[in-house]
């Protein structure tokens, strides 16, 4: 279970961002960047992590898919699998063949699936660092810092396609000395759901151990 909460680990502060610290220039972009994402009833995107610590000389990549409508979540990664309705949360543990079922409460979430596209609107000042280029494509650098001082993550660094407004990748360092890379290699828009993916369907795991935490 742990190993998912890594993925987008950017834990939000409730603390209201101030308009005059920002970045005009890097506000317009993210403004850009979440409006296309919030604007699609679901998407799917295929991502690497990678979790490098260079004093503990750790490099780990990891590789997975989700699949996002609003706050809803479907995620597949390295045996486990975590689905969100909005309300219920449910972790699979493939290796185990166990399901812990919880209360979906987003404050007290470290992670948001879709936050990644609206995480500058509550608790982080953001600020314009570059132009880059990434798989030949030309995009924008963001850097987004969180006013919590307490907050285990200290720097977001994202990447915005200059074109398509899309975000290409973004790292996230933490005071641990850990730092994360997220890539997308591939992006499916408005993908089709239905009633059954964000919810847990027991008859499809045969055997499956269940853990009710509520």
Known sequence: ??????????????????????????????DQMSAKYQAMKAFKATF?????????????????????????FRLKMSGQEVINNGQTMWTYMKAENEVNISDY?????????SQI??????GYKYAYVQEAK??????????????????????????VGRVDKAVKSWQMF???????????????PNVPIDATTFNFDKSKYKGVKVIDLR
Not at 4 to 13: G, H, K, P
Not at 117 to 122: E, F, P, R, S
Not at 176 to 183: A, D, H, K, L, P
């Open 1 to 30: 279970m742990k190993k998912y909460l890594a993925l987008l680990a950017l834990s939000v502060s409730l603390t209201s961002v101030a308009t005059a610290q920002q970045d005009p220039k890097a506000g317009k972009i993210l």
């Open 48 to 72: 690497t992590q990678t979790l490098e610590n260079d004093a503990a000389k750790v490099k780990e990549n990891l590789s997975g898919d989700i699949t996002v409508s609003g706050q809803k």
């Open 105 to 113: 409460e987003p404050e007290d979430q470290e992670i948001s699936p």
């Open 117 to 122: 596209y609206t995480l500058y609107k509550k």
């Open 134 to 159: 990434e798989g030949g494509e030309v995009v924008d650098v963001i850097e987004l810092s969180p006013e919590d001082r307490n907050n285990p993550v200290y720097k977001v660094r994202l990447k």
């Open 174 to 188: 933490k005071k641990n000395g850990n730092r994360y890379t997220y890539r997308i290699s591939k992006f499916q």
